[in-house]
Nanobody
Framework: QALLVESGGGLVQAGGSLRLSCVAS????????MGWFRQAPGKEREFVAA????????YYGDSVKGRFTISRDKPQNTVYLQMNSLKPEDTAVYYC???????????????WGQGTQVTVSS
């Protein structure tokens, strides 16, 4: 099993940028696809971005295309989410997760981090 820990959340103004990090522990990290999801109060969990185990395939949710970038550093067991041009609607708890294969569906992800809060002010 993998243990995932997110960090980098905080309060930013609309139009600003923020970078989230997810550090994975365990030898299985490099063989798993990694994804980012978010959940706002009273809302369903939403797919944000995902990267395959090889790093060669990447998916983005429609609401973040052109603004967010996902990447992974296998030697450091870390996945990043660079968020630019942030909007108030991006306010949510952001979670990183791991799956056997690349997918935008949260039900395919077996391992989850504790989440980090991102708040974007108007």
């Amino acid at each position: 099993q993998a243990l995932l820990v997110e960090s980098g959340g905080g309060l930013v103004q609309a139009g600003g940028s923020l970078r989230l990090s997810c550090v994975a522990s365990g030898p299985t990290f490099s063989s798993l696809a990694m994804g980012w999801f978010r959940q706002a109060p009273g809302k369903e969990r939403e797919f944000v971005a995902a990267v395959s185990w090889s790093g060669n395939s990447i998916y983005y949710g429609d609401s973040v295309k052109g603004r967010f970038t996902i990447s992974r550093d296998k030697p450091q067991n870390t996945v990043y989410l660079q968020m630019n041009s942030l909007k108030p609607e991006d306010t949510a708890v952001y979670y990183c997760a791991a799956a056997k294969s690349l997918s935008p569906s949260y039900v395919q992800y077996t391992y989850w981090g504790q989440g980090t809060q991102v708040t974007v002010s108007s």
